[in-house]
């Protein structure tokens, strides 16, 4: 804990921890908008479905190399006659 000997030294850290409260409020606001923002895009509908269509395509893509490459098809399911 720190000792004071005069009231100019309180007054002086009073003085710095009000600014540096200041600060600290306006970061957390700018931090707050630039989540807002970003949620804001990643989150949108257009956002939603092109990623939604895009991976899709992508794992289409994938399984279709490995098929060309290795031969290997998808195990479909048989059904079975009764007899």
């Not at 540096?20 to 606001?29: H, N, P, T, V």
């Not at 509908?45 to 092109?50: K, R, S, T, W, Y």
């Not at 399984?63 to 007899?83: N, Q, R, S, T």
Request: aromatic share 10%; hydrophobic share 35%.
């Amino acid at each position: 804990m720190r000792r004071y000997t005069t009231f100019e030294e309180i007054d002086r850290d009073l003085k710095y921890l009000k600014l540096k409260s200041q600060i600290d409020k306006e970061e957390l606001k700018l931090g707050f908008s630039e989540t807002k923002d970003t949620v804001s895009e990643t989150f949108s509908p257009f956002n939603l479905i092109a990623n939604t269509v895009a991976s899709i395509a992508k794992k289409a893509f994938v399984l279709k190399m490995v098929d060309l490459l290795i031969g290997i098809k998808p195990v479909k399911k048989k059904e079975y006659e009764e007899d």
